[in-house]
């Protein structure tokens, strides 16, 4: 069963904009990932945020876990056409032993320069 | 640093042929990951393999099968290859610091054409 949900499915902003996605998970996680991928191109790791954190930033992102909620949510601020790509989500499950991360279905960002 | 290393990068193959695909992790990851991901959809888990040995197992066909060899290395078989065999598959690796992962680093894929 699908694990991570990305809100909205698709974006389009202006340049300069910020663009905000969510996810939300259903079951216990270790930790949450964000990944960016452009168009049949790999996945770029973009940040880890473990379970006991609730907020983590990197440049121009920042991502917040509410684990209440079962939700996390991905901030890019000032947006370049560059950002344009699909984000998703990627969860690990709690316990030693589990080696595997459910992907949602991502969101498809347009940045309009 | 090296990132994850897939080979080859684009694969075609004809129908109920046999295809090897090969992951190079980065040094001193412990674990590989792969993933299947078909056009405009979200990666699908296959296999995992911790220390070379396999981990956990996701939606992977019996036509398939995957190895971790003692350099690290991993190679995913797939048999009697099919239409909907055709995707992206993305082999990533971590280093797992107790019970605790860390980063899954993903390489940039093979893709995988079957006519």
């Known amino acids: 069963s699908q694990q991570g949900e990305e809100d909205p499915q698709a974006l389009s902003i202006q340049e300069g904009e910020n663009a905000t996605m969510n996810c939300s998970y259903k079951?216990?996680?270790?930790?949450l990932q964000w990944y960016r991928q452009n168009s049949g191109r790999g996945l770029v790791h973009l940040i880890l945020i473990r379970s006991n954190e609730r907020e983590k930033h990197s440049g121009r992102l920042r991502v917040t876990l509410d684990t209440s909620k079962k939700s996390s949510s991905l901030l890019i601020t000032a947006s370049r056409a560059a950002d344009t790509a699909s984000y998703f989500c990627?969860?690990?499950?709690?316990?030693?032993?589990?080696?595997?991360?459910?992907f949602g279905k991502g969101t498809k960002l347009s940045v309009i320069p | 640093a090296a990132g994850v290393i897939q080979s080859p990068r684009h694969l075609i193959k004809e129908k109920r042929e046999t295809a090897t695909l090969k992951c190079y992790p980065i040094s001193r990851h412990d674990t590989v990951y792969w993933y299947q991901q078909g056009p405009g959809q979200d990666p699908q888990f296959l296999i995992s393999f911790y220390e070379k040995m396999q981990s956990d197992k996701g939606s992977i066909p019996d036509r398939f099968s995957a190895q971790q060899f003692s350099d690290y290395h991993s190679e995913l078989n797939m048999s009697s290859l099919e239409l909907g065999d055709s995707a992206l598959y993305f082999c990533?690796?971590?280093?797992?610091?107790?019970?605790?992962?860390?980063?899954?680093?993903f390489g940039q894929g093979t893709r995988l054409t079957v006519v």
């Open positions: 990627a969860t690990d499950p709690p316990g030693a032993g589990s080696y595997q991360l459910t």
């Open positions: 990533a690796s971590s280093f797992v610091a107790g019970p605790t992962n860390t980063e899954a680093f």
């Open positions: 079951t216990s996680i270790n930790n």
